[in-house]
């Protein structure tokens, strides 16, 4: 008699994604100033959430905000550590000083930013636009971050997931610029106890790609990939681990 089949989720995995912004910080806007990076990344959370669902039915999926709230970069992290995620991914739009650049990357911690760029788009991503926490301090930042640097594991694994996402991405958006797999000094990432990543979708406040962005269609795409990607993710690292 054939062994049952095998169920295509056999490991605990539990994935946090947290919709970047909220609240009181709204993020990057549009170029015609109609939709702000806050409320999409909270839609394609929702929209991510059930689509892994989907491809892995006994996959944990939290997401660190259900609403327009305001939350700490520190509270994210906290909330991902607290419940345990095997990964985190905090989604964003990006935005350029010119708004003329498109394409979609994805970022893992690092001290130092890889450029110029990568520098400026972490500091947009860091800027909470309201005071920090008492209890947190840049110095404290540095020292948790290099402690951080040496557990090489999830550093590695963020990158398998971040090459997979840019991969998906490729695959159905042959048009859009790759803009690669990057690091630097995001402060969502920083005290993260898993492998964890940043993914800037593509840029909002573009005249061609804003639009895109805010089109179901479009959404629907950039979901996909990310979810191709997760459940890849799945697949070489979580179940053979
Ligand atoms: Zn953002």
Same mark, same amino acid.
């Given at each position: 008699?054939?062994?049952? =089949?095998?169920?295509?989720? !056999?490991?605990? %995995?539990?994935?946090?994604?947290?919709?970047?912004? /909220?609240?009181?910080?709204? /993020?990057?806007?549009?170029? !015609?100033?109609?939709?702000?990076?806050? @409320?999409?990344?909270?839609?394609?959370?929702?929209?991510?959430?059930?689509?892994?669902?989907?491809?892995? =039915?006994?996959?944990?999926?939290?997401?660190?905000?259900?609403?327009?709230?305001?939350?700490?970069?520190?509270?994210?992290?906290?909330?991902?550590?607290?419940?345990?995620? !095997?990964?985190?991914?905090?989604?964003?739009?990006?935005?350029?000083?010119?708004?003329?650049?498109?394409?979609?990357?994805?970022?893992?911690?690092?001290?130092?930013?890889?450029?110029? @760029?990568?520098?400026?788009?972490?500091?947009?991503?860091?800027? @909470?636009?309201?005071?920090?926490?008492?209890?947190?301090?840049? @110095?404290?930042?540095?020292?948790?971050?290099?402690?951080?640097?040496?557990?090489?594991?999830?550093?590695?694994?963020?990158?398998? %997931?971040?090459?997979?996402?840019?991969?998906?991405?490729?695959?159905?958006?042959?048009?859009?610029? !790759?803009? /690669?797999?990057?690091? /630097? =000094?995001?402060?969502?990432?920083?005290?993260?106890?898993?492998?964890?990543?940043?993914?800037?979708?593509?840029?909002?406040?573009?005249?061609?790609?804003?639009?895109?962005?805010?089109?179901?269609?479009?959404?629907?795409?950039?979901?996909? $990939?990310?979810?191709?990607?997760?459940?890849?993710?799945?697949?070489?690292?979580?179940?053979? $681990?």
């Amino acid at each position: 008699m054939l062994a049952a =089949p095998k169920p295509i989720l !056999d490991k605990r %995995f539990r994935l946090v994604i947290d919709p970047g912004h /909220g609240g009181e910080n709204e /993020g990057c806007h549009g170029h !015609d100033h109609g939709v702000v990076e806050k @409320e999409l990344t909270l839609a394609m959370a929702q929209q991510l959430a059930s689509r892994v669902h989907e491809l892995l =039915p006994r996959a944990e999926i939290l997401l660190t905000r259900e609403a327009d709230e305001t939350l700490h970069l520190s509270q994210r992290v906290a909330f991902a550590n607290a419940a345990e995620a !095997d990964l985190f991914l905090s989604l964003h739009c990006n935005a350029s000083p010119l708004s003329n650049q498109t394409g979609y990357e994805t970022f893992i911690l690092d001290l130092e930013a890889s450029n110029e @760029e990568t520098a400026l788009t972490a500091q947009r991503e860091n800027d @909470e636009g309201f005071a920090r926490p008492a209890n947190t301090s840049s @110095e404290g930042d540095v020292s948790t971050m290099l402690r951080e640097l040496s557990m090489t594991a999830d550093r590695s694994r963020a990158a398998h %997931f971040a090459r997979a996402i840019q991969a998906q991405q490729r695959k159905l958006f042959p048009d859009r610029p !790759d803009r /690669g797999v990057r690091q /630097g =000094p995001f402060d969502v990432l920083l005290g993260a106890r898993m492998p964890a990543v940043l993914h800037e979708v593509g840029f909002l406040d573009h005249p061609g790609e804003g639009p895109m962005l805010r089109s179901a269609s479009g959404q629907a795409k950039l979901v996909e $990939a990310i979810a191709q990607a997760t459940a890849s993710y799945y697949g070489d690292i979580v179940r053979r $681990a």
